[in-house]
């Protein structure tokens, strides 16, 4: 039998996620410089085994070189040197991706650069033929092209992760991409997803209470579709519900039912002393970490073996300290 257990606070592995060059360091931007990030080089480079690429670069395209603007429909642009010879590079472009994109089945995050009409994720800026930007925004071609392969891929602009509950977000979302893939997608069975889904109960319940209602009646009639559409519907379903990071309301919410298991095994003035706590958080006084590091606590201490598994209390290892500051 399979055997899931939390992520502990110093795991003997890393999380192979992709990433622009640029970010590490590499001398891969149209100016010859780069845009290297603090956090995707300090707190994140303990956790995560990075596969850099430049698709501009993977294109034959030198340092430094002129740059480029998507130009035409928003809904499919074509990628053009801004000069005024508006040469399209587009095929190019794309050729030197394309083949890659089939070799990163094995990655559980990617983190793009920002503002750039190849690897931009939102906001990227389209023109007109006669030079003017469109008022519709878009997304670069690899990031587009990224997206489409990989729709369950969670995928963050490194800009977007200096706000903390993004990050928070994004981390969160890339273990649990990590966990489907080795815990469902490697052995698939009705067994190992739902052992998944047990496992992350509150957590979905934290994120979307509809979602967690709807996960748990697909669930329930499981066994009448077949296996390969029901991980890709129920991770489709799942992805969504965790895209958009939770709320304290409902983060409490959670954090009050598992507060459920120790009704027998905990006095009633500890529990009040917990839910206290749980009323500072939503009450924005106390960080996320307070009121669960406490609730833990008392969970090792006298919750039984189901509610200890509960990856909600330790969806990525604590060591990244993200619960901190959200």
Same mark, same amino acid.
């Given at each position: +039998? /399979? ?6 606070? $110093? ?13 590490? !360091? ?24 990075? $596969? ?16 480029? #603007? ?20 587009? %095929? ?13 089945? =094995?990655? %559980?995050?990617?983190?793009? +650069? ?22 519709? #925004?878009?997304?670069?071609? @690899? ?8 729709? @369950?891929?969670?995928?963050? &602009? ?8 993004? #990050? ?14 080795? &815990? ?12 998944? =889904? ?6 979905? /319940?934290? =994120? ?28 489709? $379903? @799942? ?17 009050? =039912?598992?507060? !459920?298991?120790?009704? $027998? ?18 009450? *924005? ?23 200890? *598994? ?9 060591? /990244?300290?993200? #619960?901190?500051?959200?």
């Amino acid at each position: +039998m /399979m055997s899931f257990k939390k992520t502990t606070s $110093r795991p003997g592995y890393t999380i192979p996620v992709g990433i622009s060059g640029c970010l590490l !360091g590499d001398e891969v931007r149209h100016d010859g410089g780069h845009r290297r990030s603090k956090l995707c080089l300090g707190t994140f480079s303990d956790f995560f085994e990075y $596969r850099r690429f430049c698709p501009e670069v993977a294109a034959g395209f030198g340092t430094p070189r002129p740059t480029m #603007r998507l130009v035409g429909d928003p809904g499919n642009p074509r990628l053009r040197l801004s000069d005024h010879s508006g040469e399209d590079l587009t %095929d190019q472009v794309v050729s030197g991706f394309s083949g890659q994109l089939e070799t990163w089945s =094995h990655l %559980d995050g990617y983190i793009l +650069m920002k503002n750039s009409p190849s690897c931009g994720m939102t906001g990227i800026k389209i023109y007109r033929e006669n030079g003017y930007p469109l008022e519709q #925004r878009g997304r670069g071609l @690899f990031a587009e092209a990224l997206l489409k392969k990989y729709p @369950f891929l969670p995928v963050e &602009e490194e800009g977007r992760l200096n706000d903390h509950v993004l #990050r928070e977000n994004f981390v969160m979302r890339v273990y649990v991409h990590y966990n489907f893939r080795h &815990e469902v997608r490697r052995q698939p069975s009705y067994h190992n997803l739902l052992q998944f =889904h047990s496992s992350y109960k509150y957590l979905l /319940m934290a =994120h979307n209470q509809q979602a967690y209602r709807e996960l748990g009646q697909l669930l329930a009639v499981s066994g009448k579709e077949p296996l390969p559409e029901l991980l890709d519907e129920y991770q489709f $379903r @799942f992805t969504k519900a965790v895209s958009k990071p939770a709320k304290r309301g409902s983060q409490s919410n959670a954090m009050q =039912h598992i507060l !459920g298991y120790l009704s $027998r095994t905990v006095s009633s003035e500890e529990r009040l002393g917990i839910l206290d706590v749980i009323a500072q958080y939503h009450r *924005a006084e106390v960080n996320l970490a307070t009121p669960l590091t406490l609730l833990n606590h008392y969970i090792q201490r006298a919750g039984n073996d189901y509610v200890r *598994a509960q990856r909600y209390l330790e969806p990525y290892p604590a060591a /990244m300290g993200l #619960r901190n500051q959200v």
